[in-house]
């Protein structure tokens, strides 16, 4: 009896402290077998995000987990965390070889847990941050948000071919030997992509320390932010008015404000107003549900809604 004690105590330190399951999926792209490292929570609702992130040159989907840990998160915040990896040592950042292996990973992902393809989102490290760049204009309808590490495509000028706005966040180390800050303009090349995103405030905080109190992410921490410019609402509610089709507003043009508009999880002054009074301006009838395929405010098919905001055959409805 006291040798089995014994044996399970050994045990128990192996046990792993993160409720996640670990698998490595293959897939065939462009005529070969590929595969990358995925890790999923042991309860995944569906809908849940996609996390992509592609290691760098001469490594691999399982030294790069190591590396960032991000499957640590996994299981409290609920999202798929995926590491593909590349045809060898390099990614292709010139062609579209990997460009349509991110895509196939993408759809392997919604086929097998049902993610949400609107909330994919994209990382990197070194030479996987170049494939993001690279990748970045062609898969604008695909990535909600990228977030490149130590690397960016300097050969190439994506915010040249990038049809509307991207949300990026670029982490690089001033002193970073490989994509040395200076040499290839590291500052300039982003905010040529603020500049594309016609961003209309800026911030910088010099001395910028991370949670974690190292000395290694101690940097400076610079913003190009956009807003939707409230006070121009009054002129631009209208797209039949002359000043929704006029160029002279202070932040947007006509062009952002109608693709703007379009879109049903775009809320306006008077949805808010109606979501806090209960007034008219967005439909009250929870019956009208029937009628057709209800969604959340994130596109996410709803079969039995609670009280809030829904989407009924491309209009706003509240139940209450």
Known sequence: MKKFTLYLLLLLP???AWGYQKER???????????MLVFTPDELPA??????????????SDEQSEHDKMY?????????????KADGDYWDISGTTDQNFII????????RYNINRKRVYWSGFSMGSMLIFHCMPNMLDKIAAFAPTSGIQFSEEPWKKCAWKVNVMECIAYNDNAFTYNKYNIR????????????????KKTGYHTKNGTSWFDGDRELWLFFMPWYDYGRTNNPSSSDFKSTGHSSCNAAWWKEAFTNNFVLTRDDIKALRQTTSGIEKNSNSAKDGIMYDM??????????????????????K
């Open 25 to 35: 999926i293959y897939v065939n792209s462009g005529g070969k077998q590929r595969n």
């Open 72 to 84: 640590e998160l996994i299981d409290t915040a609920k999202f798929v965390m995926c590491y593909p």
């Open 47 to 60: 809908g849940s995000p996609l996390f992509i992130t592609t290691h760098g040159m001469g490594g691999n």
């Open 188 to 203: 300039g090349y982003m905010e040529n992509m603020a500049n594309m995103n016609r961003y209309t405030r800026y911030e």
């Open 298 to 319: 994130s596109g996410r098919r709803v079969a039995n809604p609670q009280h809030g905001l829904y989407i009924v055959n491309g209009k706003k409805m509240l139940v």
């Open 14 to 16: 192996l046990v792993s």
């Open 104 to 111: 196939k990973v993408i759809d392997e992902m919604a086929s």
